[in-house]
């Protein structure tokens, strides 16, 4: 039995090393992913974490590795956006990036048509499908600068989502957001999740989405990524990173158990 069959993706021995810089970024990073699965990546700042989502979305290229989108070795002689995109991946970026003069259903449907997602019908029913799965359906006239930061963020992933991925490669989808949209974001990517079975990673500094998404989490520390927990394993786990990502919980609940 091929084992890769169950896997959205696979990267081995990746390392990356910007142009003129003596030191790899990433240096011999290795991951896998199942099909259906969702993993949190958070650590420090400037460690790569971005970078990565880019390197997996075929923005940038590795210096060396191997990368296996579901079983599939895509080699980097023709490691692209394109060959990568073909494969059912999409980016979502922290900023959204709505094109300005477009409407919000203008937005969601220009990827369709120029990747020839069907006919006219076919990607009106797709756009509808993404409007109503994000709740942006009231919104579908307005252009990015009348929208809020968490209804843009909501277009940004219903976009993305209108192209079918099979991977979903999410860069801190809550940043910029108050509770109160960003725990209206959360259940709809959850949702998403369970009624699509699409694989995602999210890259983040709030580390209470891997506990909401009950998904795992993983750290991105000394150029590869660290053992992959659930929420509350790395609560209690001896481990420095664990020390120093969560320090502020743990003092919380050792304060709360005092009291």
Same mark, same amino acid.
């Given at each position: 039995?091929?084992?890769?069959?169950? @896997?959205?993706?696979?990267? @081995?021995?990746? $390392?990356?090393?910007?142009?003129?810089? @003596?030191?790899?970024?990433?240096?011999?990073?290795?991951?896998?992913? +199942?099909?259906? @699965? #969702?993993?949190?990546?958070?650590?420090?700042?400037g460690m790569?974490?971005?970078?990565?989502?880019?390197?997996?979305?075929?923005?940038?290229?590795?210096?060396?590795?191997?990368?296996?989108?579901? +079983?599939?070795?895509?080699?980097?002689?023709?490691? #692209?956006?394109?060959? &990568?995109?073909?494969?059912?991946?999409?980016?979502?970026?922290?900023?959204?990036?709505?094109?300005?003069?477009? #409407?919000?259903?203008?937005?969601?449907?220009?990827?369709? =048509?120029? $990747?020839?997602?069907?006919?006219?019908?076919?990607?009106?029913?797709?756009?509808?499908?993404?409007?109503?799965?994000?709740?942006?359906?009231?919104?579908?006239?307005?252009?990015? $600068?009348?929208?809020?930061? +968490?209804?843009?963020?909501?277009?940004?992933?219903?976009?993305?989502?209108?192209?079918?991925?099979?991977?979903?490669?999410?860069?801190?989808? #809550?940043?910029?957001?108050?509770? =109160?949209?960003?725990?209206?974001?959360?259940?709809?990517?959850?949702?998403?999740?369970?009624?699509?079975?699409?694989?995602?990673?999210? &890259?983040? $500094?709030?580390?209470?989405?891997?506990?909401?998404?009950?998904?795992?989490?993983?750290?991105?520390?000394?150029?590869?990524?660290?053992?992959?927990?659930?929420?509350?394993?790395?609560?209690t786990v001896?481990?420095?990173?664990?020390?120093?990502?969560?320090?502020?919980?743990?003092?919380?609940?050792?304060?709360?158990?005092?009291?």
């Amino acid at each position: 039995m091929d084992l890769s069959q169950g @896997e959205a993706l696979r990267i @081995e021995d990746l $390392h990356f090393r910007y142009v003129g810089d @003596e030191e790899d970024v990433l240096d011999g990073l290795d991951m896998v992913l +199942g099909r259906g @699965e #969702t993993l949190c990546i958070a650590g420090a700042s400037g460690m790569g974490k971005s970078l990565l989502l880019r390197l997996i979305a075929g923005l940038d290229k590795p210096d060396s590795g191997a990368l296996y989108y579901f +079983g599939e070795h895509l080699p980097l002689s023709q490691h #692209t956006a394109l060959e &990568v995109a073909k494969r059912g991946v999409e980016l979502i970026f922290q900023n959204g990036a709505l094109i300005s003069n477009l #409407t919000v259903r203008e937005n969601i449907s220009v990827p369709l =048509y120029y $990747h020839h997602r069907g006919t006219d019908e076919e990607i009106e029913r797709r756009v509808n499908m993404a409007l109503d799965l994000m709740r942006v359906r009231d919104e579908e006239d307005k252009y990015p $600068h009348m929208l809020s930061s +968490g209804v843009a963020k909501r277009v940004a992933i219903a976009r993305a989502w209108a192209m079918d991925p099979r991977l979903l490669l999410m860069d801190e989808p #809550t940043a910029g957001l108050d509770n =109160y949209n960003r725990n209206s974001l959360l259940p709809l990517i959850d949702n998403m999740q369970a009624l699509f079975k699409t694989s995602m990673i999210l &890259v983040t $500094h709030d580390l209470l989405i891997a506990r909401e998404l009950g998904a795992d989490l993983c750290f991105l520390e000394n150029k590869r990524l660290s053992q992959r927990m659930k929420f509350e394993e790395w609560l209690t786990v001896d481990l420095p990173i664990a020390h120093e990502m969560f320090r502020n919980l743990r003092d919380f609940r050792s304060d709360i158990s005092r009291s």
